[in-house]
């Protein structure tokens, strides 16, 4: 199976799937859908910076706010973000749509809201990536292009 073709077969299995876990590493953003951190089941999507998580009516927060919960005042960055991460939580996969020109990565979930990374350095050698944790591949994104990686030994 081609690249695009893997693309197109792990957006259409990533519908219907609920967030059940999230983490903050840094000002980076991970979503796990229907698996927790070191299950070998599920999808894990990891958003680089530049992202924002949107509700119906606005912008939630973005990974420059969750960078402040990653720096010298750490306590007060994670009381404000985690809360509104915490809205990911149960939230069903509607579409999973990568823009053509860019690679950015929207996640729709049910609810109106979404998750999108967008660039802001076109020389970014990441932007996301999706695993799969049952077969271990992962596909990754930069503004440049996709490519297919294997993620870890089984």
């Known amino acids: 199976m081609n690249l695009q073709n893997r693309l197109r077969h792990l957006q259409r299995h990533l519908v219907g799937r609920k967030v059940t876990f999230r983490r903050l590493v840094g000002n980076s953003l991970l979503i796990y859908l229907e698996c927790e951190p070191g299950d070998k089941k599920g999808y894990a ?24 919960a990653a720096g010298p005042h750490q306590a007060a960055g994670f009381k404000k973000v985690a809360p509104l991460l915490d809205k990911l939580i149960g939230r069903k996969v509607v579409s999973v749509q990568v823009e053509p020109n860019s690679n950015d990565l929207k996640v729709v979930f049910k609810g109106n809201h979404w998750l999108k990374t967008f660039v802001d350095d076109p020389m970014s050698h990441e932007s996301w990536h999706i695993t799969d944790n049952a077969s271990a591949f992962a596909i990754y994104a930069s503004p440049s292009g996709l490519t297919l990686r294997k993620s870890r030994k089984n």
Do not use: D
């Open 45 to 68: 999507i990891w958003f680089e910076p530049c992202w924002h998580f949107c509700g119906p009516a606005k912008v939630l927060v973005g990974s420059y706010q969750s960078e402040l």
